[in-house]
């Protein structure tokens, strides 16, 4: 597609359960990277994948939190057991290649009641 | 470590004022990206300008402005002439080769422009 795809655009889960958030990537973008904004609050970097390079996962705040990336285009967030601060606007994002222009996608809000 | 510092969290101007959102950054490496996102009230993250540490040229787009200034370390952000549709949060950022060139964010700027 012309830009980046996220689904679902709005997830309303119970605590306790497992969520699973895609993203597609702009096509021919190697860099992909997954954010997270809770409500009024700044942009927090979760996890970054480029190419065939172990993913970055220093900023996923617990390990109920995984991601991947299959076949270098589409990935996937998962959250386990999620929790009420789970509950956020999860933005996908990639470039060309790291350090090139990342363009974001329209998020998955997520709220966990 | 990196960082970027939004100093200013809100701002309200009347249409047809100019607007300056101030964003300063700390870094180690050499080689590093700033940007400039628009965030409207409808969420989605606009990309608005990227530019690289080895260019310190200030770049003109239309009613947007840029003054990037290594010394400072600073790369402003001016809005001429603004008007309603400019209200929105403002995202500066910063990406290097320490951070993997993920992006880190500033806390953002809230421009609210009144008619």
């Known amino acids: 597609g012309a830009g980046v795809s996220q689904s679902p655009s709005n997830k309303v889960t119970e605590k306790g359960k497992d969520v699973e958030l895609r993203c597609d990537p702009i096509?021919?973008?190697?860099?992909l990277y997954w954010y997270r904004q809770s409500l009024g609050q700044g942009l927090e970097f979760l996890i970054y994948f480029q190419g065939n390079s172990a993913p970055d996962k220093s900023g996923l705040p617990s390990d109920r939190f995984s991601a991947e990336r299959t076949g270098g285009s589409v990935s996937t967030l998962t959250i386990q057991r999620t929790q009420q601060e789970d509950s956020a606007v999860y933005l996908c994002a990639s470039s060309a290649t790291a350090g090139n222009t990342i363009y974001f996608g329209e998020g998955s809000w997520l709220t966990v009641v | 470590a990196q960082k970027v510092t939004q100093a200013q969290t809100e701002i309200s101007v009347v249409e047809k004022e100019d607007v300056t959102l101030d964003c300063v950054y700390e870094?180690?490496?050499?080689?590093?990206?700033l940007f400039w996102y628009k965030q409207p009230p409808s969420g989605e993250l606009v990309f608005l300008i990227r530019?690289?540490?080895?260019?310190?040229q200030n770049e003109i787009s239309g009613r947007y402005s840029w003054n990037f200034q290594k010394s400072t370390s600073s790369f402003n952000f001016t809005i001429t002439a603004s008007q309603v549709v400019d209200s929105a949060v403002y995202f500066c950022a910063l990406s290097d080769k320490d951070s993997g060139y993920a992006l880190n964010f500033g806390k953002g700027t809230s421009l609210l422009v009144t008619p």
């Open positions: 870094t180690r490496d050499t080689t590093y990206y």
């Open positions: 530019r690289n540490s080895f260019d310190e």
């Open positions: 096509s021919g973008h190697t860099a």
